[in-house]
């Protein structure tokens, strides 16, 4: 059957507003929803997760991208907030385990480092960091709803008070708690099933509420042509190695690949040194 580009745009349409009934915030693509503009709702989060209860934001983003260092791996935060202290918290939602490897959390801590240390400020100057991985499944399988892990002084047996935090929080756990209450919310496809009024309300706007959908429905279309970018950019990063293992200047290979030179340069640059 020939689909015409209405018929097209109209089936993928109706694909996301089925997908949008399914979501819930344990989806990265809700979650980007939920927190994007509504401060409140993270700070509610963040307050229930690190048990600070005064705990008051001043900004938060979603899909914060974060790079320095040429060559080196971006990473792009769900949502990056500050508190009031100047802390700084990424807030990851992890469905599979793999996702949550350690060496991940270790590597979002060191970006966020870089991220937040200017080059003539002094390295007591770094503020506090959170990385806190909300994980579908018990990721440690002990049935803890937090687990936190920070450096330590081995031989003392004392924190090495640098500043640095990972939280994993059990996306299985439930109880009248309000960490297991919120656990119980982030897991639902319903407002009405929500325990936290904050929560419930934006879950119905994007759910129910033409506009909401409307936004919903872009944050998908966007996640597509990311995907699409991301996809054709690492076609041409590869074709770019191996044209450049076969002897092609650099302008050679831009031309061919339709790329610029600078960004060629970028995807060579550690292979050529």
Known sequence: MNWSDAEKK????????????SFRPMDDTFMRGLFKENLPLAELVLRIITGKPDLILTKCETQADMKRVTGARSICLDAYATDSAGKKYDIEVQRADNGADPHRARYHSSVMDVENLDEKQDYKELPDTYI??????????????????????????????????????????????????????????????MNFELLAERTRYLK??????????????????????????????????????????????????????EKVEEWLTPKAG
């Open 132 to 193: 806190i991985f909300i994980t579908e499944n018990d990721y440690y399988k002990a049935g803890e709803p937090v687990y936190t892990i920070q450096n330590m002084n081995l031989t003392l047996n004392r924190p090495f008070n640098d500043g640095a935090h990972i939280l994993y929080v059990n996306g299985e756990y439930r109880d009248d708690s309000e960490i297991g209450r919120l656990m119980h919310d982030f897991n639902c496809t319903s407002a009405d099933e």
């Open 208 to 261: 129910e509420n033409p506009k909401g959908v409307s936004e919903m429905c872009k944050v998908m279309e966007d996640l597509r042509v990311e995907s699409y970018t991301e996809g054709r950019e690492e076609q041409a990063r590869m074709m770019a190695q191996k044209l450049y293992r076969k002897g092609y200047s650099i302008e050679e290979i831009a031309d061919m690949v339709e790329y610029s030179t």
């Open 10 to 21: 109209e089936k993928r349409h109706q694909e996301d507003l089925d997908r949008l009934r």
